[in-house]
């Protein structure tokens, strides 16, 4: 079973458009991580950000995590071509690596 | 370039038979995690296996099983497939050293008729 819902499930922007896309996880979590994957192919990490942590940069990345909330949000800056994909978020519950993720978001961007 | 490799990439099979699916993780890493993706969804936990041990499971029947090698590399074995099987299989490595990030192959897609 998933543990929870991303938001919204897809996304069409703009070439240099901001994206945001939101997680939203049921349980507590050590850690919670975004991937990216192209295509139905393999899942690329992009970042992780742990629970006593509020925000995490990354090149154009942002994560934000509020456990009291049990959310997160991604915000992809200047967005490009190359970064329509489908974007997940995965909850780690305990620190040993077995990854619960949401049902994605599908970020298309437009030239 | 994660250095995960999956084979096959694709397979057919039809409904009763069996089938593996092989991962060689990066080097380094001692710690092997399954998922299966149907399509449109989420990754789902199969189970993960750490010193050619099973390392906690998923909601998955038993007719799912795996091994893992003295190399770390690992195999996922389904008996008795079912239609809903067909799926994206992943295959992601890591070490109990890193800091929790799973470096994932290209996954292996079952179809089965």
């Known amino acids: 079973s998933q543990q929870g819902e991303e938001d919204p499930q897809a996304l069409s922007i703009q070439e240099g458009e901001n994206a945001t896309m939101n997680c939203s996880y049921k349980t507590s979590i050590n850690n919670l991580q975004w991937y990216r994957q192209n295509s139905g192919r393999g899942l690329v990490h992009l970042i992780l950000i742990r629970s006593n942590e509020r925000e995490k940069h990354s090149g154009r990345l942002r994560v934000t995590l509020d456990t009291s909330k049990k959310s997160s949000s991604l915000l992809i800056t200047a967005s490009r071509a190359a970064d329509t994909a489908s974007y997940f978020c995965?909850?780690?519950?305990?620190?040993?690596?077995?990854?619960?993720f949401g049902q994605g978001t599908r970020l298309t961007i437009n030239p | 370039e994660t250095g995960v490799t999956q084979s096959p990439t694709h397979l057919i099979k039809t409904r009763g038979q069996q089938v593996t699916l092989r991962c060689s993780s990066q080097?380094?890493?001692?710690?092997v995690s399954w998922y299966q993706q149907a399509l449109g969804q989420g990754p789902q936990f199969i189970f993960q296996y750490y010193r050619e041990e099973e390392n906690g499971r998923g909601n998955f029947p038993p007719r799912f099983s795996g091994l893992q090698f003295p190399n770390y590399s690992s195999e996922l074995n389904v008996n008795a497939l079912e239609l809903d099987d067909s799926a994206l299989y992943l295959c992601?490595?890591?070490?109990?050293?890193?800091?929790?990030?799973?470096?994932f192959g290209e996954g292996s897609r079952l179809t089965v008729l």
């Open positions: 080097s380094g890493h001692n710690t």
């Open positions: 992601a490595s890591s070490s109990y050293r890193n800091t929790g990030e799973l470096f």
């Open positions: 995965a909850t780690d519950a305990s620190g040993a690596q077995k990854l619960v």
